[in-house]
């Protein structure tokens, strides 16, 4: 077992106070809508992605604590990072939700992500924090499909 509750504590309240990149973004390249049923959240995401880079990474929507705090430090993180580092960190903080409460949470790769292993101490509360990953997944992969139609 590892202390991140302070932490975990802390850093929860500062984003869901002042959350990080929130609004719209227009125009964007990639967007799409996420919702998790269990607990009521709502996301929109938007992406502006020039050359396999996120150049611009927006959220917006209406969700518990632990889904804003989730989606702040999830474009905090993302900005400026490529496609492939996104998918890399999205493996990583999926990895850390679903993982058992004794396994400690790669750090190196995920920083502040990392407190958000907290979150499994209420089990249902997990999926509050990985919408807005699968949310921008989703934003990134359904405009692949677009594409390939085109
Ligand atoms: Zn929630």
């Known amino acids: 077992m590892f202390d991140l509750g ?3 504590q802390q850093v929860i309240i500062d984003h869901t106070k002042s959350p990080r990149n929130f609004g719209k973004l227009e125009p964007c390249s990639h967007d799409a809508e996420g919702y998790n049923p269990l607990c009521g959240d709502q996301l929109h995401v938007y992406l502006q ?16 604590s632990i889904s804003t705090a989730s989606a702040s430090l999830m474009t905090e993180k993302l900005k400026g990072k490529s496609v492939r580092e996104f998918e890399h960190l999205f493996e990583a903080f999926h990895e850390m939700a679903t993982a058992d409460m004794s ?5 190196e790769t995920l920083g502040k992500l990392a407190v958000l292993a907290g979150v499994k101490e ?3 509360r997990i999926k509050c924090a990985t919408l807005c990953w699968h949310t921008l997944k989703s934003a990134i992969e359904h405009s692949d499909k ?3 139609t085109e």
């Not at 992605?49 to 518990?64: A, R, S, Y």
């Not at 396994?103 to 750090?107: L, M, S, T, Y």
């Open 6 to 8: 302070d932490l975990y």
């Open 146 to 148: 677009a594409a390939k």
């Open 49 to 64: 992605i020039d050359d396999d880079m996120i150049k611009e990474v927006k959220f917006e929507g209406q969700g518990c």
């Open 103 to 107: 396994e400690k949470p790669d750090e």
């Open 122 to 124: 209420f089990p249902s």
